[in-house]
Each structure stands twice: as structure tokens, then as C-alpha cells.
């Protein structure tokens, strides 16, 4: 995945933390969340 642009450490895709969010029963937004510093690093839309 690369390197936090927070805290400038390794993140892995394995060590990242994912908070699903549920807006409605279509739409989930995934926030991918440092492992070390807790930074949001992005979001991701499912619309399935
Ligand atoms: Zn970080």
C-alpha cells in the first residue's frame, strides 16, 4: 500500500485498519485508517 503521508511509516493492506459505514442498505463507505497514527488515509465507495 505504500507509506502513511502522516507519519511516514510502512503501511501494509494487512495491517490497515478498515471502518465500514452503512448509509443505507446500497451504499457502504470503507475509511482505511493508519495502523500507527490513527490518519484516515482514504475512503472507498461501494455503491453494490
Ligand atoms: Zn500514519
Redesign the pocket.
Known amino acids: 500500500m505504500g507509506n502513511?503521508?502522516?507519519?511516514?511509516?510502512r503501511?501494509d493492506i494487512k495491517e490497515v485498519k478498515t471502518e465500514e459505514r452503512g448509509k443505507g442498505f446500497i451504499e457502504k463507505e470503507k475509511m482505511y485508517i493508519?495502523?500507527?497514527?490513527?490518519?484516515i488515509?482514504g475512503f472507498a465507495m461501494k455503491m453494490r
Open positions: 502513511c503521508p502522516f507519519c511516514k511509516q503501511v493508519c495502523p500507527h497514527c490513527e490518519a488515509l
